[in-house]
């Protein structure tokens, strides 16, 4: 199916994946192509218009831009929806009709204080005494205890949910000791099994339907992932999802873990064309596979998941794909944007990446760490939903950048009331908790502002996101608004205020 639609004079539009941000809004004047196969971090066959209009696929569309048109292509139907008059509308329209809002409740865990990740700091190579060292020097250091996700590398082998004995002789001690200090405790896991040695011939022999089958040889297929060739899970078969569970379910059992980090399992993995030995035995697509991973990692009380298609509406926390350490080019600037299309896509309980950025090859040995743009990094993420520490500050920055790092984490702690408030709302409406100014104020002007966002509607910030920037301009939407030190603002301005590096600018509807 193609569609063709011209768009308005400024008319400006979102969607298609939380990873566009600094490409978006569209309008008449952009050129812009995006292929039905692009899957990452969060992606919706969605597209949103300030002047109220969505367009809807019941499968993936391809979109081209250009001179003003619009063009949509899909196998499956496009739907064009015109009865809204902004933004808001557009969302609450399509969400409404296409997505709407289910499951359990989120564990306010993940809002209430801030979260750790072992992987910038150990990458590939978590320990025991390692981890516990960590937990000891964030609490050492003045932060609060939360979270606390052990990363890639813990495991005996990928498919092989056990702990490496080697570097963890007493996991469960390690978790007593971490809980005993008030973290809760996540590990890591993909839905992938290396296809040697002993565990994985055992469990083809327990259970002989287990991983995607080549339809010529019956054989489980392998994947290539970014960690090489595994046989791969097939979460909406009985068999692979008891499988896991089991293996999961044994580590909170016997080591008292909390919950999981759920990598992988995204659509490009279970790709026919990604994998060796032909196409899965299964009738269901790539995209539903990714959707069976996302809804058993639902069942955990305490999960991240960080790729899913067409899943908006599903309660569950998303994070941001891993960015760089620096301030564009999917770095800082990214974060606002980004953060804005995941809530239009349908998920409003969205975590910033890693403060400082998770990309890992940004901090291989030699890498330079910039103490200002992770300040700032740590502003932007304090009025997120929620945030994520993983590089150690105290070991990277100066003492009084540290200082300004610890200090956002305090702020963010802070606003946890009113956070939780935002959460319980957008639970039930499906809104998003990270707004622009566009959503929430229509046709005012605010169309193409990215670098500012609303946090629900009482709060109101604009960090700093570009290096040795002192002084930044600030959009008041209508209303008064008051900042820390208690100075009113009339909405419905712009002003040009100073934002030194100890100042993230963030103000309060009265």
Known sequence: MELRIKTEENEYWWGGSSTLGEKLPLSRDSTFYMDRSYTENQTMPLWLSTRGRYVYGTAPIDICCEQGEFTFRSDGEIILDSRGLCLRDAYLNAMNCHFPFHGSPLNQDFFRCVQYNTWIEYQYHPAQQAVLDYAQEILDHGFAPGILIIDEGWQKGYGQWQFDPAAFPDPGAMVKRLHDMGFKVLLWIVPTVRPDGEFFIQSLREQPDLFMRCRQTGEPVLTRWWNGCSALLNLANPSDESFLRKQLDLLMEEYGIDGFKFDGGNADMYDPCHMIGGEPDTPLSCYELNQAYNRFACTYEYHELKDSYGCGGLLQIQRLRDKWHRYDGEGLRSLIPDGA????????????????????????????????????????????????????????????????????????????????????????????????????????????????????????????????????????PPGVWTDQQGNLYEGGTALDLEAPLDRLLWFWHR
């Open 341 to 476: 299309i995941a809530g239009l896509l349908g998920h409003p309980f969205i975590c910033p990446d890693m403060v400082g950025g998770g990309d890992y090859l940004s901090f291989l040995p030699g890498s330079i760490i910039d103490g200002e743009l992770f300040v700032r990094w740590a502003q932007c993420s304090a009025c997120f939903p929620m945030m994520q520490y993983s590089k150690k500050p105290w070991t990277c920055l100066s003492e009084e950048h540290c200082r300004l790092v610890l200090e956002a984490g305090r702020l963010h702690d802070r606003l946890t009331d009113y956070i939780l408030l935002c959460i319980k709302e957008s639970q039930k409406t499906g809104e998003p908790v990270l707004r622009l100014l566009e959503y929430s104020y229509p046709h005012m002007g605010y169309e193409t502002i990215v670098d500012e966002f609303l946090l629900g509607e009482h709060i109101l910030a604009a960090p700093v996101l570009s290096p040795g920037v002192r002084r930044r301009r600030v959009a008041f």
